[in-house]
Nanobody, 127 residues
Framework: QVQLVETGGGLVQAGGSLRLSCAASGRTISTAYMAWFRQAPGKDREFVAAITWRYIRAYSPSVQGRFIISRDNAKNTLYLQMNSLKPEDSAVYYC?????????????????????WGQGTQVTVSS
C-alpha cells in the first residue's frame, strides 16, 4: 500500500507559479511510475504529467513548456512545478502512483495504469 498526500495548492494570479508536492508513505516510490492528473468542475479527470523510475517524462500538450514534473526518491516525494499559470489550469490536482513491474522507459497517461491516488489539492488561477 502507498499513501499519497498532495500539498502546495492555492490561489494564484494568471502568470504566476505554484509548486505541488506529493509525499508518499507506506513503501518507497523509487521503482514506481508516478503522475499528476487534474479535474476541473464539470469535466473528466485528465492527464497532466508523468515520470518513470528512469526519469523519463511526458506532458500533456496543454502544459508542455510550462510545467515540470520531478521526483526525489530520497524524500519519497513527487513534485509539479507550474509556471505561467492560466485560468484554465484551475482544477483539483491529483498525484498517482503505479507499482506494477515496468521497464521505466514508457510513461502512462491512462488512469487505469495507476494503483494509488492522493486526495487532491485545489489550484485556482485568477484572471
Amino acid at each position: 500500500q502507498v499513501q499519497l498526500v498532495e500539498t502546495g495548492g492555492g490561489l494564484v494570479q494568471a502568470g504566476g507559479s505554484l509548486r505541488l508536492s506529493c509525499a508518499a508513505s507506506g513503501r518507497t516510490i523509487s521503482t514506481a511510475y508516478m503522475a499528476w492528473f487534474r479535474q476541473a468542475p464539470g469535466k473528466d479527470r485528465e492527464f497532466v504529467a508523468a515520470i518513470t523510475w528512469r526519469y523519463i517524462r511526458a506532458y500533456s500538450p496543454s502544459v508542455q513548456g510550462r510545467f515540470i514534473i520531478s521526483r526525489d526518491n530520497a524524500k519519497n516525494t513527487l513534485y509539479l512545478q507550474m509556471n505561467s499559470l492560466k485560468p484554465e489550469d484551475s482544477a483539483v490536482y491529483y498525484c498517482a502512483a503505479g507499482t506494477r513491474p515496468s521497464n521505466g522507459v514508457q510513461t502512462s497517461q491512462t488512469e487505469a495504469s495507476y494503483d494509488f491516488w492522493g486526495q487532491g489539492t485545489q489550484v485556482t488561477v485568477s484572471s
